[in-house]
């Protein structure tokens, strides 16, 4: 009975237990617990899949931390290699997470839009979704109810919009990091409440395509110590209440339009140990309470207008380590007190005015390791206790007026890494010491006076690239012994004799091991010089060569068989030297050939047919030969071909020209036998218009060429005629002309901005009479020249063909021409600095441009993977800021009229210069504007055909091809044809057309510029004048635009870019990497 009654107790009890435990089942299931909720949600997430499967130890998973509850209060996966997020950014329920402080998905490849349910983490205190480029969209207004947050790094991501305003209702903000995004530069300004954030220390909106002013309310921020501001659009001035900041220790301003002077009171900021004010538009002097600065460690005012001199009191700022006050107007002398700031690592006072003696004391500077005083006016010798500079890796003292020798202290720098000591009257020997700079990679020593051989030492650094020593006096060989890793040897104009065998010396390679010691050679000149005896055939060897240049010299023999195993090769000129034998046929093999000049040897035999399979040349010059029998009818399918010349041969048949419709220059005179005069012959495709008539062949022709009776007198009559007439009568009626009196025989050589008048004979001996060593180039109204004056300048002579008479009246007219272009005054024209008339000849001096032309460089393999995304944008907005001058800053407009990738020189730093005005026309509005048509073909504008009339609007459809060429890195032949067909373009890629020798951008600002670019490239090649945009519209464009796409720059079609769905001054969307 007991144990009955016991066991229906117990029975009464379980099934309570039941019963209860079934309740909380029931309640747990409508309403989960934190804790629960924290579960579900991360594994629902995806991101922990590898955990998973035992979510009751989710505090211990990787990026987790719990508080003593056992509830997440961070998530830091930004170093947890073992979690994969990818594209399930979105699926991670943020609002599961009440406790959470601080998140951080830095770094993740996340995409997508930010969730707005990170919002709801209303304990968050630290935040950072930065370095995620795939992250798109606009901040998300939600995540102003932060209150709590503390920092915000949303920096490097694709973000578009506007920086939110409600963002500075975060008062207890102390870092705020949103640079590097894609912000909308249309509508994006600082906003004036920023001194809300009165707690701010850290601001970095660097890249967010900030416009307008800096808000005089920034100085209200009193706590702040980092601010960057840099990469934007800013303009106005520095705010003098940027003074109240005195905590600041970084400010970066760099990369903007701020003009003016720098405000006083920034001279203020004690604590200041960093200051960038680099690439803007400042001005003025560095004045002396710059040594209140006192903490500074980095200054940085590069690339601005600042005038005066040094300061002494910047001798007084003991902690600077760098020192940047380069490619500015600063003159004077180097203050010698700069020896006294022992912490210094770089000093860069380079493309200044500076002049006088480098000073002995910078040997003091034991800690430098870069030392920058290039282009300046430096004289006197280097000092030699430069040897004391032990730490240094890169010495640059290049285009200066330095005299003396190469001291040999210079053997103690032995980390040195670069040498640069160029275009300067250096005298005396190389110093063999030289050999002794085990790191060096790069040697620049030409262009001075350098004479005696060149040290076998040399030879044995084994680091080195670059090798140049041409322009001096040297002789010897070139000793490549164990400098394997030589990319470029230059050694070409020097007056002695060079060896030609790179290998000279080297006893231990044999022929057939001469792969291995110079495998990464890509540029070989050694022309003018006197070397002799064979081109050794192991030159075939060196698999990675784009340019060979053994021309003007005494070589002999045949060109070896071998040549036909450099692939790479684009550039091949063994022009004026002695060689014989036919022309291999192995030529064939060189399928990136470019030019290819053979001219003034002695070879015979045949032209081999197969040179027509070498689509790339543009530039073939076979004249002054032996050659015989018929001109290959293949030659005629070379359709990049720009310049033929076949002259002085025994070629017979007909100038076949079937797919070569870029010819500018043809030259088949002085050949023995009969040539067909038609060099449109088989080619039924050109246009009436284009060409002129046919010219019969008559029976007894003469040897004169046939380009010469028909073209040159038309050339030459309509340019000078047209240009005398429009330019004598502009400065007729001046009421300032120019007064010029005659001079006998029109002797007369003027220079500005140098020695005034310079005698005839002084250009002569300069040039060695016009010696083809000195030849830098030949175009179709001249030859241009290098000449080093005697003043040391070197400039660009550009003799032109004298065809006119000895006519007083002419020389007036002419001195008249020139003073006006010598007038022009814009950054981006090559500077015409004076001419030079005389009874032999008469000739224009420019400028020199160190790099050559734009077209020569986009075909150089190395001088094109230098010349990267940013440099292309810049020198296609130098090219339209030139254009926009001569077009509306000039009185009459000037039309350029042959804008071409050959017209655009680029100098040391790539910036460019837009020259060769032959062409150039005044736009008088008063009289007639019809033309011959001239200019390149490829680049002339299609309407010049019909109408016959030069406008602003040629010159815009030139400049649309140049800037394809520059973003294609090659004339965009085929892509210009199927513009006429717009619907062919739906499946190109821009990323397709894209120079593939360089990467793909992956800043988002970079790639942006380059949508940007395209877009307006294809609006100035509008078939219809009036609807292109005219250049100042381009111009404006660069200044205020901003043209982009809400989807990644991989997926922009070409076609959307003609349709310009992103209309210029339209609508902005952002662009993703």
Known sequence: MASSSTFSILLGILQATILLISVARTVTMADPSPLASEAVAMVESGWWSNYSNNASERCQWPGILCNTAGSIIQIDISDASNIEVGDRFGKLNFSSFPNLVLLDLSDRQLGGNIPHQIGNLTQLEYLDISYNDKINGSIPQQLGNLVNLVTLNLSANSLGGNIPPFLWLLTNLRHLILDRNQFDDSINTIPQNLWNLRRLETLSLSSCGIVGPIPSALGQLLNLKYLDLSENKINGSIPSEVGFLSNLTLLHLYNNKLGGSIPFSLYQLTNLETLYLDSNQLKGSIPQNIEKLKNINFLSITNNSFTGHIPLALCRLSKLESIYLDKNQISGSIPSCLG?????????????????????????????????????????????????????????????????????????????????????????????????????????????????????????????????????????????????????????????????????GNSRLSPYMCPSPLFNLRTLYLDSNLLEGLIPKEIGNLANLTSLRLSQNKLSGSIPFLIGNLEALRFLDLTKNRLIGSIPIEIENLANLTSLSLSQNKLSGSIPSCIGNLSNLYNLELDSNLLKGPIPEEIGRLFQLSNLNLSFNELSGSVPILSATKLRIIDAGNNCNKISPDPFDGNSRLSPYMCPSPVTNKANSSTIPYYIKIFLPIAIFSTFSILGYFLFSRFKLKNNSVSVQPTKNGDLCSIWNYDGKIAYEDIVAATEDFDFRYCIGVGGYGSVYRAQLPCGKVVALKKLHRLEAENPAFDKSFKNEIKFLTEIRHRSIVKLHGYCLHRRSMFLIYEYMEKGSLFCNLRDEVEAVEMDWTKRVEIIKGIAHALSYLHNDCSPPIVHRDISSNNVLLNSSFEAFVADFGTAKMLDLESSNRTIIVGTCGYVAPELAYTMVVTEKCDVYSFGVVTLETLMGKHPEELLSWLSSPTSLVNMRLIDVLDNRLPLPTIPLVAQNLVRIATLAFACLNPQPKSRPTIKEVCEEFLHGQTSLGIPLRMISLLQLVNREMHIGGRTETCNV
């Open 340 to 504: 006294k700031l022992f912490n210094l690592r770089t000093l860069y006072l380079d493309s200044n005015l500076l002049e006088g003696l480098i000073p002995k004391e910078i040997g003091n500077l034991a800690n430098l390791t870069s030392l920058r005083l290039s282009q300046n006016k430096l004289s006197g010798s280097i000092p030699f206790l430069i040897g004391n500079l032990e730490a240094l890796r890169f010495l640059d003292l290049t285009k200066n007026r330095l005299i003396g020798s190469i001291p040999i202290e210079i053997e103690n720098l032995a980390n040195l890494t670069s040498l640069s000591l160029s275009q300067n009257k250096l005298s005396g020997s190389i110093p063999s010491c030289i050999g002794n700079l085990s790191n060096l990679y790069n040697l620049e020593l030409d262009s001075n006076l350098l004479k005696g051989p060149i040290p076998e030492e040399i030879g044995r650094l084994f680091q080195l690239s670059n090798l140049n020593l041409s322009f001096n006096e040297l002789s010897g060989s070139v000793p490549i012994l164990s400098a394997t890793k030589l990319r470029i040897i230059d050694a070409g104009n020097n007056c002695n004799k060079i060896s030609p065998d790179p290998f000279d």
